[in-house]
Nanobody
Framework: QVQMVESGGGLVQPGGSLRLSCAVS????????MAWYRQVPGKQRELVAT???????KYVESVKGRFTISRDNAKNTVYLQMNDLKQEDTAVYYC??????????WGQGTQVTVSS
């Protein structure tokens, strides 16, 4: 069983930054692409960023140039550095594998609220 524990969210003003972390219970980075997703109440979960096993990175258009996904293999942790945050980035952020749209059980997520 693979578990994800997200952290690092909070309340930030527009233009601010946050760094999200996702601790994964097992090292699956050599087998699965990893991804960050986000969800707003009443809407479908959205794929935000993917880091493949081959180190290819993809972002949804709305976060390109502002968000950076990375991982630390030794710590079994995936990160999402978010800069120049906008109100539309407000959501609950989750991490999961990025090949199958979230194959593993979802964690509790971490709330990001961008507001002045």
């Amino acid at each position: 069983q693979v578990q994800m524990v997200e952290s690092g969210g909070g309340l930030v003003q527009p233009g601010g930054s946050l760094r999200l972390s996702c601790a994964v219970s097992r090292n699956i980075f050599s087998i699965y692409d990893m991804a960050w997703y986000r969800q707003v109440p009443g809407k479908q979960r959205e794929l935000v960023a993917t880091l493949t096993t081959g180190n290819t990175i993809k972002y949804v258009e709305s976060v390109k140039g502002r968000f950076t996904i990375s991982r630390d293999n030794a710590k079994n942790t995936v990160y999402l550095q978010m800069n120049d945050l906008k109100q539309e980035d407000t959501a609950v952020y989750y991490c999961n594998e990025g090949m199958l749209g979230g194959h593993f059980a979802w964690g509790q997520g971490t709330q990001v609220t961008v507001s002045s």
